[in-house]
């Protein structure tokens, strides 16, 4: 039986390279794109472009941490890749012959590094956020308003939620610190910009981002909700805020 496997890769030209859309997926199903610059002749540097490195970054994940450094040196023997510490890629050089191979190689060890927030992901976080889309699609469907999810907003700032008002309202679920500071950037840009949107973060707990950092959000975002122990006035808190907008 003949397997046609090339139709499932995309191939685009870009300045100077090329970029491939692979079959391989990010946990929120994001194809993996890999990328070809030459570098003169048959001489190639193929890299996922620090793709798989911004993920882990907007999902809390120290890229820099003993963990994912101890699985970067394995990641380099086992794949024969490079990590360019500064730029966060992976990447190799090699000839025009090897470039099928490579683009398959540097999917894989994208595919897999994107695998360390699965793993680090706790219950309570996981259950957080379903909880919260839950209560977000309660919320849009009683104040009848249309909703969607990870959506861009400014910049390269993603909403989990953005309620599609006169003034749209995003909401970003901020499991951890990191994640509260985007929203905090995400307002920022949006001030500076004059963008309408209004920006809501919700955090976990005031005790997991920390009491000096929550405090400081309720001045760089429009508002910030606790959502343990606080699930219904926060819901109750999003239809006033819709219905006034």
Request: glycine share 6%; aromatic share 10%.
């Amino acid at each position: 039986m003949a397997l046609d496997l090339c139709k499932e890769l995309r191939v685009k030209a870009i300045s100077g390279g090329f970029l491939v859309e692979t079959p391989f997926k990010y946990y929120d199903h994001d194809s993996v794109v890999v990328f070809g610059r030459n570098q003169g002749g048959n001489r190639f540097r193929v890299s996922d472009n620090g793709d798989a490195a911004e993920r882990l970054s907007f999902d809390g994940v120290d890229v820099g941490s003993e963990r994912i450094g101890r699985w970067l040196a394995e990641a380099k023997a086992h794949f024969g890749i490079e990590w360019d510490a500064e730029g966060q890629e992976f990447w190799v050089e090699c000839d025009a012959s090897e470039l099928a191979s490579t683009v398959f190689r540097i999917a894989e060890a994208a595919t897999q590094l994107q695998a360390m927030t699965v793993t680090r992901e706790s219950h309570r976080e996981s259950t957080f956020k379903s909880e919260m889309l839950s209560i977000l699609r309660e919320v849009a469907r009683e104040a009848n308003v249309d909703m969607r999810f990870d959506v861009p907003v400014v910049s390269h700032f993603i909403a989990d939620a953005l309620f599609l008002t006169e003034k749209p309202l995003a909401i970003v679920l901020a499991p951890t610190k990191d994640r509260l500071m985007e929203a905090e950037l995400m307002w920022s840009t949006i001030q500076r910009t004059g963008d309408p949107t209004v920006v809501y973060a919700v955090v976990e707990s005031v005790e997991k981002v920390g009491r000096k950092e929550h405090e400081r959000a309720a001045f760089y975002t429009d508002k910030v909700l606790p959502f343990v122990g606080y699930a219904s006035e926060l819901r109750q808190s999003l239809l006033t805020s819709l219905r006034s907008h």
